[in-house]
């Protein structure tokens, strides 16, 4: 028995294994197999949480770093944000919130 957790990892390897899948097949014409492979990643992502935007992922962040700086009592540094990493486990996010920026966006 998986735990939720597990069969989310599961889920999201599912869904990478069929985008690598769609490349391969894509760069190989052969567009018939890359649709099959996207259209069963539709149906497995609708066993997956539903995505973050950016505006949800900082809600998320601020609430957890807020609390933190509740229960310490000091101003939050940079290492605080493994704790708000951890308050977003589980969920994803949408390709442009995780993809790298050229600066930070949580302002400490």
Known sequence: MLTPAEEQQALATMVKQRRDSIEQYTNGNRPELAAKEASEIVVIEEFL??????????????????????????ALTPKEMGTANQGCAGRSCKPPVCAPRAGPSVNW
Request: net charge negative; glycine share 8%.
């Open 49 to 74: 949480p539903k995505a973050l935007d950016e505006a949800g992922l900082a809600a998320i962040v601020k609430e957890v770093l807020a609390e933190l700086a509740a229960a310490s009592g000091k």
